[in-house]
């Protein structure tokens, strides 16, 4: 695991997107132990680290199976966001951004109540948040499971 952790850390794109598939094989095989050890990576609130853990928890096929998945994405999600809007501009906070520019919405589609959080971020008047909010808006998975509310939800980017 140590060697794992200094991967999110590494220069080369390749070496932190392993980290991501790792963690994912791992979410696969050992949820529970994957989901503590997201846990303590994340603490430290890390923009890269954050984002690599979003990525793997966002994958759909084991989110449908996993209500702690799940809640664990949407937590992380939440810190990422929080990450994004105080921040400053770096380019792992940029990198951060442009992956919850598509894992809000896949835990959104898992889970309808989701959408709430977009509307609260739409109403916080955060730039970084409406862009992110508005790229997810856009991806069919929700938009075709949820028409009314994606439609509501741009109603209220203008």
Known sequence: ????????FSPLWRAREGVTFALEALLDGRRG?????IDDWCAGRNPIVVRN????????????????QL?????????????VAGAE?????????????FTLCIAA????????????WLAAGVRPWRGIVRENLGKARIAK???ARVYALRALLG
């Open 1 to 8: 695991m140590p060697l794992l952790h200094a991967g999110n």
């Open 33 to 37: 132990y994957s989901l503590e050890l």
């Open 53 to 68: 853990a979003v990525v793997a928890l966002a994958h759909p096929s084991q989110l449908w199976g996993s209500a702690e």
């Open 71 to 83: 809640e664990a994405l949407e937590r992380w999600n939440g810190v990422g966001m929080e990450i």
């Open 89 to 101: 501009r770096s380019p792992d906070v940029e990198i951060l951004g442009r992956s919850l520019g």
């Open 109 to 120: 589609e898992a889970d309808e109540a989701y959408l709430d959080r977009f509307e609260v």
């Open 145 to 147: 499971k949820y028409p």
